[in-house]
């Protein structure tokens, strides 16, 4: 028992900080989405403009 | 054994705990944010022949710059300069209110890297954006 609680001291002393470390961490692939989702608003790009590709693929269903 | 299983459940914990904290978002859901984004919306009709001429070009810092003004004939000089200094204003309000609203002001710098690198991304071909070295380059 009283080795249980020295590990929880343990877990608690190494999660707590990383906790506090991680949250100060800058989300940068979440931050790409939001500036993506305001610079397509502020020039109106519809999706279909950024992925002319898609379009052009063939379809391979309906050449057979 | 009990004591391993407890220590590598102990190590477990403490491995994820992290992993889940990073799940952060970046939340673009706040008036200011719209308003700012509804503002360089509208403004962007009056500067797209700029950006298309190459007279207005996309800075590396996340903001526009009048890069050639002998692209702009004089009476419109004025203007041209007058919808750059707005724009900017708004881009700068932008990023510092997404950090605010982040409750990270300190994420400005990264925001605004961030912004710059997508803005020149998303840029049409023929636009003009400054590389990392500073100079001028066309899409």
């Given at each position: 028992m009283k080795q249980f609680s020295w590990l929880l001291l343990v877990t608690a002393l190494v999660t707590l900080p990383a906790c506090v470390t991680i949250n100060i961490y800058f989300p940068a692939a979440s931050a790409e989405k939001a500036a993506d989702k305001i610079i397509d608003e502020v020039w109106q790009i519809k999706p279909s403009e950024h992925k002319p590709a898609e379009a052009a693929e063939p379809q391979p269903e309906t050449s057979q | 054994m009990k004591k391993l299983l407890l220590t590598l459940f102990a190590l477990l914990l403490a491995l994820t705990a992290p992993l889940v904290m990073a799940a952060a978002d970046i939340d673009i859901n706040t008036p200011a944010i719209a308003t700012l984004t509804n503002s360089m919306q509208a403004r962007y009709g009056k500067l797209s022949p700029y950006y298309a001429s190459g007279a207005v070009g996309l800075t590396r810092d996340g903001l526009v710059a009048?890069?050639?003004?002998?692209?702009?004939?004089l009476k419109d000089r004025q203007a041209a300069n007058a919808l750059v200094t707005a724009e900017n204003n708004d881009r700068n309000a932008l990023y510092k209110e997404i950090a605010n609203a982040n409750g990270h002001p300190e994420w400005e710098a990264e925001i605004r890297s961030t912004f710059a690198q997508r803005w020149v991304q998303k840029a049409q071909g023929g636009w003009w954006y400054q590389d990392a070295g500073g100079g001028w380059a066309k899409k």
């Open positions: - | 009048l890069r050639d003004a002998n692209a702009v004939s």
